[in-house]
């Protein structure tokens, strides 16, 4: 049985950081792309980060030079590094493998 976990939401100012964590078990991690989504309230869910099984990231516009996606095949373990956190970073943060979703983690930013 798939599972994707997630965990290190919270409520931060803006300009503060967060590490997200997705741990994964039932999959063959290492062979599959990782990916992070977000879902803001009152809009579509929406792609924020990719890595390839070699470690090859694509972020979406409004997040590169601010997020970080990276992952530990030996732990199972994608993470998703966001610096300068803004108000409109403000979503539910989803991690996706092939057709598996996490439950999600908020994340809130606001003074």
């Known amino acids: 049985q798939v599972q994707l976990v997630e965990s290190g939401g919270g409520l931060v100012q803006p300009g503060e950081s967060l590490r997200l964590s997705c741990a994964a078990s039932?999959?063959?991690?290492?062979?599959?792309?990782m990916e992070w989504y977000r879902q803001a309230p009152g809009k579509e869910r929406e792609l924020v980060a990719t890595?390839?099984?070699?470690?090859?990231?694509y972020y979406v516009d409004s997040v590169k030079g601010r997020f970080t996606i990276s992952r530990d095949n030996a732990k199972k373990v994608v993470y998703l590094q966001m610096n300068s956190l803004k108000p409109e970073d403000t979503a539910v943060y989803y991690c996706?493998?092939?057709?598996?979703w996490g439950q999600g983690t908020q994340v809130t930013v606001s003074s």
């Open positions: 039932g999959i063959l991690f290492r062979l599959y792309a």
């Open positions: 890595i390839s099984r070699s470690s090859i990231a």
């Open positions: 996706k493998a092939m057709n598996y």
